[in-house]
Each structure stands twice: as structure tokens, then as C-alpha cells.
């Protein structure tokens, strides 16, 4: 220590006192993507030497943090009837604790004993240091099969299991050919399929929106140079590779919108169903059009927000008056599924509902504060970005395999239409069931409902 | 058989732990040699462990020289009870560093950045209120700083026991940004900020 003393002291007698300079910035490749230094062939090695224990690493996060068995509801399918839909919480709680004696404590309380259920916490990606995309095994499968392209990475799996996603493939609902209901014919859309599914349904404009929705683009991970994470060099992606048939497949990345890689939180994909009504678009970006949306998406997402990278690996520039607007009409045309106890205004019908969905309704639009964001008449959003404020129930700055946990800070409101549909809940996918996300929002709103009134919440939410 | 076989798999997972770091091997140096795929071998003086050693104990080490100058000029016990922790905790901190950086190899630096000896003279010329508000002004600039450094090398680091010590030091770090904020908000009438 008296070395820097020493050196201080030194330093300022010979500094003339009108110096006033700044420091170095701090290191480059916080805010940039730093160009890759190795053979591909020698990442390729350590990546895939390494993937054994980054798998079991994250598997033993989720292990501590939910229960992942497979037990679904009875009689309860997502809207393609091909999925049921997965019953009970399944964050775990530390041991002596209830659900109830959680919920009556304070925020000061829970987060100076350190009780918050990890499972409340940001969810890391599967391997964050590095983050990209990464797809369920059907998606990848499908892909394979049909297009003969690899989406498959050599250094990561999807973490989730299956029964914890939305169907494979989703349903498609129109709002132009309502009467026809889903469209899918149980198939993905892809670029191999799309015109014979869609001739005759779509107008020639929504068709070539289609077609360049269905088109893969170098993306950071998938691309042709040797910074990819795909064995052979790859065309890319589309945007529907995550947004499967307009809905979503689980896929997940890291948000675009934070640097430094830690402090970036994991996007798990949302889906474009009802997406005519929404107003802004991207968790954090708050882009107020579809068009806007559409044209950045392959800065943002495809190049995690980095337009360097993307010059380097074949940057995509869709024309504003012809492909974007296209591809936003496509896009604009997706509906929700039926609900079928819904009336006009988003509200249950009293003769199709149960007592149980109409006592989860009053809970919804009152004691649950549930309806302050999720309007029912303006499809269940409110158009608005909202900070939870998790961080007052946790010691921020603790990491989690690689992810810093920090303040989400404001984050859009997502629709609750066709919602039993898109597990994992929330940006991240850290709640896995519908009764997740209820005990999640009655500690942080302090609503402390009973038992009761939470599971006719889940049943009101079935209804959605 | 198969129960030694169980023993084995168990001995496997006992020997990874569960904060275990995987940086993305792609920025790792070309001349890196590796004790396993994608880990250096210790004692290597990679790029950004040698320049995270550099920068978190230039820190460190103003953070104390600061806190010093603060003790022998503030007379807000307030600022001055910041001033303490900064000694102590960055204190531990600066040791806990070298050490680490003695076992790893790298080099620590002899001189203080020039922003820091600047903000020392600064400081110097300065007295009272007018003392106390610049000086908690700039702990919130440094800690701020501090946290952009740990969470860098937290994704971007080689050394595991660096990075585990950057993970371990993040949420004081951020505590020591919080109370520099609500001290600033104090003396200044700037806006208060979140409480945790």
C-alpha cells in the first residue's frame, strides 16, 4: 500500500496541475462484439468438449429451482388440441416456508433473509457468457427435414423440457378468414411449404410478407464465417424459426437491448398472435410499429443489437415501402385463438362460464390488480411498459451461472389472449405453469390471495 | 457394477462446481494454452485478465487514497462514514487481488490511472459542502464504472478465480453505488434513488 502512496504522490508532482484528462474507457468489447481470434475449428473443439458440463450446470440450476416432472391438467389442451396444459407451481419454495408465509412478509423482510424462491429470479440462458439463439429439438428436427438446414448448435441444447412449450406446430388463426379456423393443416410454415399452404388464403402482398418471413438471413450465430455456432456454414435463420407458425416455439436469446454480456437478461420468444392491436413491440425496445419492428428485428435480435456484427456477416436491409410493409401485413392478419367464453369486449359470457372462471374473473379485474395492465378490451395489454420492481425482494448483483441479477427496470406488457397457449411465462420464461405466474404476481402486488382465489385465477386464465 | 459405476458418475459431479464459468472460447487469445478445452492453464497473462487486474486494482487503490483524503477533510459524518467503508471494504478487496493476482501471474500495476490522480487534485483544492458533494459525485461516477469492470470480466474474463471474485464483489460494489447515490441525494437535493 505505500507503493501507491508512493505512486500517487509521484504521479501528481509531475502531472502539471491544469491537466484535466479523462481515463481510458473501459475495455471495448463491453459495449461491441469482439471479432473472433481462433480457427473455427479450434472453438468448435472447446465448445463441444465443453457442452457436458454447461448442459449438467443449467440443469442443476433448473433442478434447484422448479419441479419440471410432466403432470398435466386433465381435459385442458392448448388451443391445437395436440398439447394439455401443465398443472401446479413449480418454482420451488426453501424449506419451512409456505406460499402464504412468504406472501405476508415484506419486501424488506424476503430480501434481507434472502428468501425470494430462486425460481422469482432472472433466468440465465442456457450459456450466457456466449447467449445467441437457441431452438427446441422440433424446431430443429422440422427444419431439418423440410429445408435441410441446421439449426442445431454444437456448444448448447434447449433447457426447457417439451411438455414445459407451447404445441409443435402451433395453430394459425387469421383475422381475415375467421370461419376457416386454424389454417396449419398441423404443418410448419416454411419456405418450402407456405405457398401451397396459404394459396387462395392470403392476398399476394401478405404472401410475399410470408414468403420473406419464411427466408433465412445470416444471423450471429448461424452464418457463414467462422464466429458461428452451427457445424456447417449456414444460410441463417427466419424470423418464424422462433415464432413458429406466428405463435412461438420456446426459443430463447439474450435481450438486445443491455450490454455488457452478464447484465443481459434471456428473451424467451413471444408470440405474433393478436399482434393488430398491440402499439409497441420488443420487451424493452418499445418500437411503436410492427414496420419499425420488422426492419430493426435483423439488427436487434438476428445481431443482438450490434449492427457491426451484422455488416461483417451479410446484413439484411429490407426495403421500408415494399418488404417491410409486406411482411407487417402478414404479420398483422394473425389472430388469436377462439375464446370461446369470451364476450365483445373481452369480458366472460355468464352462460358459458363456470362459477369457478367467473369468481377467477372478478379476482382478475379487482383484488388481483391483474386488469390495471391486462385490459380485457384492449386484448388483455395496456400498450404501456410497467417496472415490477422484483430487485425490492432480492439483493441485486448476485450471478447466477454467468447472468448478473439485476433490475429489469420497465418491460412491456404482454397480451393474456390464447395465454395458456405460451409457456414459459414472462420476458424470460422463468415461470413455467399459469399457477407459477399467479403466486409470482400475489407476492410482488401484495395481493395475498387464498388458495381459492388463485385457482379460480388459473381457471379464468384457462378461459383467455 | 453399476453401483461403481454410480460412485463414478457422482465423483464426476462432485468435481464440477456449480458456479463453474464458461466463457465463449471464440475470444479467447490465439496463443492460449489450456489446461482443459476452453480453460486456460493458470498463470497466464491473457488479455483481459491482465487488463481487468490492472483496472479493478487502479480502482481499488483510488479508492482508498480517495476515502483517505475525505476522512482528513470532510466534516460530514455521513461522508466520512462512507469514507471508512471504502477504506476498509476496497482495502480487503485490493488484497484479496493481489493475492490473486500473485497466484495467476499477472502483473499489477505501479501507477495510478490519470483520471484518479486528477480527481485527487481536484479534491485537493477543495473544502467543506463544496468537498463533500464532488467527492460523493465521483464515487458514483468511480463505482459505477467499478460495476461495468466486474460484470465485463464476470462474461468476458479466462481466470475462473477472478471472475469469481468480480461475481462475489458485484453486489457490494452496487451497494456501495447505492448508498454513494442516496449521500449525493442528501447534499445535492438530486433525485433519490431506488432504496434496496
Redesign the interface.
Known sequence: MSVWVKSFSTVLLLLPFSLSAFCDPLPPDLTYRPLPTLPFSRVKAADEAQKAAVMQRQSGLMNERYDLSDRAMQNVMMSGGRKPVQQGVRVKLAAGLTWDSLAAMSPDEIRQKGLLPPGFLPLPHVKHATGGQVFPDRQIDEIRRQEGRDLRRFDVNFDFPDHITAEFPPPIFLTTRPELGDVSRGQLLTIRNFYEIMNGIVTPVQMEGLRLLLTPFPQEEFNQTEDRKVAEQSNGVTCLDCHANFHTNGAFHLTPDVRPQAARFRLDTTSLRGLYNQQIHGSKRSLRSVEDFTEFEQRTAYFNGDHMSATRKGVHLPSRPNQVAMMAQMQNIIDFPPARKLDRMGKLDRSKASPQELAGEEIFLGKGRCAECHIPQLSFMDNMMHDLKLEDFYQIGKTYNDLATLPDGPIKTFTLRGIKDSPPYLHDGRLPTLADTVEFFNLILGTKLTQQEKDALVAYLLTL | MRFITLIAALTT?AT?P?????????????GTR?S???VPIPGQTNV?DR?FTT?AAQGG?AE??LGKLAQQKSRNDAVTAFAKRMIEDH?NA?EQLTQLAKQAGLPLP?????????M??RLSTLNGAAFDAEYMRSQVTDHQ?TV??L??V???GENTDLQRFA?DK??????HLLMAQSLVSQLTGAAAP???
Do not use: C, R, Y
Open positions: 459431479l464440477v456449480a458456479s463453474a464459468q464458461f466463457g465463449n472460447p471464440g475470444g479467447l487469445d490465439p489450456e482443459a478445452p476452453g483481459p487488463l483496472l487503490m482508498v487514497d482495502g485490493n505501479t501507477e495510478a490511472a490519470v483520471d484518479q490522480v486528477d485527487h487534485h464504472k461495468q469492470l460484470l465485463w464476470i462474461a468476458s461475481s458485484l453486489p457490494d460494489v452496487l451497494h431506488p432504496t434496496n
